[in-house]
């Protein structure tokens, strides 16, 4: 008899944004003529840019002529596509990456998720709560966690709490742990760490032999000059530090799936024997064997994004959605709530008005103004007591939801 993975077991139901959608196709389905504005899942609304647009068509082209056809890319991506990243992305910011130790993927959550792979079953793992929920629930699917207590703390996890007194940012633990997930800014409170906030993990790591996971999806949200963009803009990241980065949020490529994961030479780990291996390998080889790279008509577009045209184009996209973060700061704050985030990422994390828990409060923005949010303690136990809005969708929409939200909720 076929046996399954038991670790899926102790997941809970379903994956929080499924979970959300299902509960807003039941009322959508029983209430046919409600207008439902979708603030819930970041997922961006405006078309693709031009310059990313035109860039694809052509390479259409060229896969239609037998003389500049491509069959298998190469696994890692195309150095051309790499070369540019490097160049634009960390050299342009002081930051030591060889275009050779960045793999193109199809995105970060399947990065994220994937790179446990590499990883020993032994390792103490560090998440902040709340925190993207992909981070935990791949590794309870790796078998690195025991079961959930009732709070949804899985035995095993290290859950540092981030929390409006300590600005969203966590505290360095005082104990030892091997695999620590930064995401910032920060999916979902919206929150920043400074130069000195990112050393201080950075000189942690290294004097633990820990990695740090980071994940800077939403780099390109950052205004403030002093933030950085990369982990590798500390000293002696390059010694302890994965970072994942993509272009689903900047370049609106969430459709159409372009992502990278840097893995320095410089970064190696204990194998059970007590020698240092060089992760890089590692991960070329995973890649190598189960994954096929990114199609070239995806790569072309996404290389079209460090092009003159790309870079004015994507940046007025961000600048369009920190817009509505924006509005929504200001329009929330004005009726009372307690607001978060919205300045440096297109996520505002929003206090729910007292007594309300994130899931009746979702319940009750979707039944009466017909607005879906992210309830707060679907990131996490300490995500209790918020929710949290995104920046992703049409002015109108935004408007509208603060509209509707504002007149009906004074905190
Ligand atoms: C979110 O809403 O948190 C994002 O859509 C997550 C993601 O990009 O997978």
């Keep these: 008899m076929a046996t399954i993975n038991d670790n899926y077991l102790k997941l809970k139901a379903g994956y929080l944004f499924p979970e959300i959608a299902r509960r807003v196709n039941a009322f959508a389905q029983a209430n046919p003529d409600a207008k439902i504005i979708r603030l819930g899942i970041g997922d961006v609304t405006e078309p693709l840019p031009q310059a990313c647009r035109t860039a694809m068509i052509q390479a259409t082209e060229e896969m239609g002529e037998r003389t500049t056809f491509k069959g298998y890319g190469p696994e890692q991506g195309y150095l051309w596509l790499r070369e540019k990243i490097a160049a634009h992305d960390f050299h342009a910011r002081g930051c030591e990456v060889d275009a ?11 990065d994220t998720g994937n790179i446990l792979e590499i990883f020993g079953k032994n390792n103490t793992i560090a998440v902040t709560d709340p925190v993207y ?57 919206g ?13 942690y790591a290294l004097a633990h032999g820990s990695i740090i996971f980071f994940d800077a999806a939403y780099e390109a949200f950052i205004s403030d000059a002093e933030i950085p963009h990369s982990i590798y803009e500390i000293e002696g990241a390059r010694d302890c530090a994965i970072e994942f980065r993509s272009f689903s949020k900047n370049a609106g490529f969430t459709g159409t799936r372009c992502a990278l ?77 307690h607001v978060y985030g919205g300045v440096n990422a297109p996520y505002v994390w929003v206090k729910t008005p007292t007594g309300l828990s994130s899931w009746d409060f979702f319940d009750k923005l979707l039944h009466t103004v ?16 918020y929710f949290r809005i995104s920046a992703f969708n049409s002015r109108e929409n935004v408007e509208e939801a603060m509209r509707r939200i504002t007149e009906k909720f004074k905190v």
Aim: net charge negative.
């Design 191 to 203: 929150a920043v760490a400074t130069k000195e906030h990112l050393k201080a993990w950075v000189d």
């Design 261 to 337: 994961t840097v893995v320095p030479k410089t970064l190696t780990a204990k194998a059970s024997d007590g020698s240092d291996v060089e992760l890089w390998k590692l991960w070329n080889r995973r890649q190598s064997t189960k994954f096929n790279g990114v199609s070239y008509i995806v790569q072309r577009g996404a290389e079209a994004v460090y092009s003159p045209q790309g870079q004015v184009q994507t940046k007025q996209l961000v600048s369009f959605y920190m817009e509505n973060a924006k509005i929504i700061r200001e329009k929330l704050t004005a009726a009372g709530f």
């Design 370 to 385: 017909n607005v879906v949010v992210t309830p707060g303690s679907g990131f996490g136990a300490a995500g209790e007591g």
């Design 100 to 110: 050779e130790e960045i793999f193109i993927s199809d995105g970060s959550k399947c």
């Design 133 to 189: 929920p992909v981070y935990v629930d791949t590794n309870v699917m790796a078998g690195n966690t025991g079961e959930a207590n009732e709070a949804g703390e899985f035995a095993g996890l290290v859950y540092l709490p981030i929390t409006a007194e300590n600005n969203f940012t966590a505290q360095i633990p005082s104990q030892k742990v091997d695999l620590i997930y930064l995401c910032f800014p920060n999916n979902p409170t």
